[in-house]
């Protein structure tokens, strides 16, 4: 590596990188973007240069190959370029770093959130790869990304994912991730502490900004202004801001409108429950990261089918059949893994729809398929016949019938509809209840939801779409050329 470049040097290296773009580019356009460049400094192989902010982010998205490919030619012990604002220039041999107020800290990272680890399935193959566009061209790719889906099914671990590739691909950004909950909090503590003008100042200066559980910000009116101007403007400047929450935006009812229709000015993925061979995969990755002796690798299939739902599940039943053959001291087999699945609640079947001993309300069951099925509460009760409503519609009617003493006439009533099609409802539903069904898995999620409701119910309960919190970090595993 050649000694960093004096100032004499640095001049002369710009001269020439000049040259080799004015020959290569119109006349216009190198007056218009590459003109008002000004290097700064060159540290170790990185080279500073300062543009006036009304065109920094253009010429770093625009130009950034050619300058790459003119220090190349010119300057081989200069391989990377990094755009300051031209107040942020460093002096001479300091640290070129462009970094937050030291009191907006992100969120730690799990070591396993990270792209390699991440199981790809049916389920999750676009927020996969929308997430990772995201991370390989942040503020150009999908602007904003929603990730939305149940607990527990890998939002968190891609927010994860997307911060650990910029943080070592892209370390001169200046990357901030948190949860709307934070985000909440800093804002009340901001105002009382330093006022708005120092808590916008922190904030839009972000490269890239992810924050999770977005839901929460339902009902936070003065949170919810002081994040519409946030979103403007990062997005305005052509920063990339990714979000997550438990549903789709249309579906976070009390959110402003103005943000929900912001959420989805990009793309909007959902992450679904994973299939049996993802499932699979995920178990195969837990056994590679535990002590477990594998007698028969058909066990983890065993395991898959039994268990539907998300990564939580999966590694309770994982531990619970690693207990079972820590005791018997027996390699896990087929028979093993059913044996101790057998009495447990992680293990679902089909058709195993018997009431609750405490009934939920018919509000709860609507609530819970709202949430799972991404659609409003006006709407399902409404007349629509869109796909996604009506099969809402269904599954919430068929859920009442089996988790409530209420007859077809008293369910009709609370859909306002009639006896008839709450019957058509339950059959419908009835015949798609298969181990591996999509309205199997909706079920299953519906139920785990109702389960949460009915433990907070009593005090203050939590809203049932709120009740659940984010997963434990194994949320999905594996690498990218696994499966999704």
């Not at 107020?101 to 396993?112: C, G, R, Y």
């Not at 079920?443 to 939801?449: C, F, K, M, P, S």
């Not at 389960?451 to 049932?464: E, K, L, Y």
């Amino acid at each position: 590596m050649a000694p960093e470049a004096l100032p004499d040097d640095l001049a002369s290296i710009w001269e020439r990188v000049r040259g080799e773009l004015r020959t290569h580019l119109p006349a216009s356009t190198f007056q218009l973007w590459i003109e008002p460049l000004r290097p700064v400094s060159a540290q170790g192989n990185t080279l500073h240069l300062t543009a006036p902010d009304t065109t920094r982010t253009w010429v770093e998205r625009r130009y950034s190959a050619s300058l790459r490919a003119a220090l190349r030619a010119n300057a081989p012990e200069l391989e990377r370029v990094v755009f300051l604002a031209d107040s942020c220039a460093p002096s001479q041999g300091a640290p070129a770093e462009r970094s937050t107020d030291a009191s907006i800290e992100s969120l730690p990272l799990d070591p396993a959130h990270t792209f390699e680890r991440f199981v790809i399935g049916a389920g999750n193959r676009l927020a996969h790869s929308a997430a990772l566009a995201v991370a390989e061209l942040p503020g150009e790719a999908y602007n904003p990304l929603f990730l939305h889906g149940p607990p527990g099914l890998g939002k968190t671990h891609l927010l994860g994912a997307i911060v650990d590739y910029l943080r070592r691909r892209r370390p001169e950004l200046t990357v901030h991730y948190t949860t709307a909950d934070r985000f909440t909090t800093e804002f009340v503590s901001g105002l009382r502490k330093d006022g708005p003008a120092r808590f916008k100042q922190r904030y839009r200066k972000l490269d890239a900004l992810l924050i999770d559980d977005v839901q929460v910000l339902e009902g936070k009116e003065r949170t919810q202004e002081e994040f519409v101007h946030t979103f403007n403007a990062l997005h305005a400047a052509g920063k990339q801001i990714v979000l997550s929450s438990d549903r789709p935006p249309e579906a976070i009812t009390r959110l402003a409108e103005r943000l929900r229709d912001r959420f989805g000015w990009g793309l909007c993925a959902e992450l679904g429950c994973p299939d049996l061979p993802t499932r699979t995969a995920l178990l195969w990755r837990m056994t590679l990261e535990s002590p477990l002796e594998m007698g028969d690798p058909a066990a983890l299939k065993q395991i898959a089918t039994q268990v539907l739902g998300n990564v939580r599940r999966l590694q309770g039943a994982m531990t619970r059949v690693a207990a079972v053959a820590s005791m018997l001291s027996e390699p896990v087999t087929p028979s093993l893994a059913q044996q101790a699945l057998d009495s447990s609640p992680s293990a679902d079947s089909p058709h195993r729809d018997s009431p609750a001993t405490d009934s939920p309300s018919v509000n709860a069951i609507q609530e819970a398929i709202c949430s799972v099925r991404g659609v409003s509460r006006q709407d399902l009760l409404s007349a629509k016949r869109t796909s996604r409503i009506s099969h809402a519609r269904q599954l919430a009617m068929y859920v009442t019938r089996q988790e409530t003493s209420l007859s077809l006439a008293q369910i009709a009533r609370e859909f306002n509809r009639d006896h008839t099609t709450v019957l058509h409802a339950v059959r419908t539903v009835s015949a798609r209840l298969t181990p591996e069904s999509e309205t199997t898995a909706i079920l299953h999620r519906t139920r785990e939801l109702l389960a949460v409701n009915s433990t907070a119910r009593g005090s203050d309960a939590t809203p049932i779409h709120q009740a659940t919190s984010r997963p434990p970090t194994l949320s999905t595993t594996a690498s990218r050329s696994a499966l999704p």
